[in-house]
């Protein structure tokens, strides 16, 4: 299971820290991604990392902004996002997949475990 937290209320460039929790004693073998959907748009790519932490991507949108981290000791993946701007502002969900966490994937139908998202909102 995963749990997404650290969501909130925040005014445009302002930062933020959302956290996955992985439960489960394998949470490292998987790669871990960070989805996010608008209020009348589809889910999208934001991050994802590598099982072991040492490969990444980034939406284009996000990319200089963002950055992905994961602490496999205590279960758990951060997302740092910075220079918050009111299109940021999302349900951020996160998920996993065991299949993707060396080569990585932007497609949400990759991932086999989903967080319940957690409400960033951003206003400018």
């Known amino acids: 299971q995963l749990q997404a937290s650290g969501g909130g209320l925040v005014q445009a460039g302002d930062s933020l820290r959302l956290s996955c929790a992985i439960s489960?004693?394998?949470?490292?073998?998987?790669?871990v991604g960070w989805f996010r959907q608008a209020p009348g748009k589809e889910r999208g790519f934001v991050t994802t990392?590598?099982?072991?932490?040492?490969?990444?991507l980034y939406a284009d949108s996000v990319k200089g902004r963002f950055t992905v981290s994961r602490d496999n000791a205590r279960n758990m993946v951060y997302l740092q996002m910075n220079r918050l701007r009111s299109e940021d502002t999302a349900v951020y969900y996160c998920?996993?997949?065991?299949?993707?966490?060396?080569?990585?994937?932007?497609?949400?139908?990759?991932?086999?475990?989903w967080g319940q998202g957690t409400q960033v909102t951003v206003s400018s």
């Open positions: 990392i590598s099982h072991r932490g040492g490969n990444t």
């Open positions: 998920a996993a997949s065991l299949a993707y966490s060396v080569v990585l994937t932007r497609q949400a139908e990759r991932y086999n475990y």
């Open positions: 489960g004693r394998t949470g490292s073998s998987y790669g």
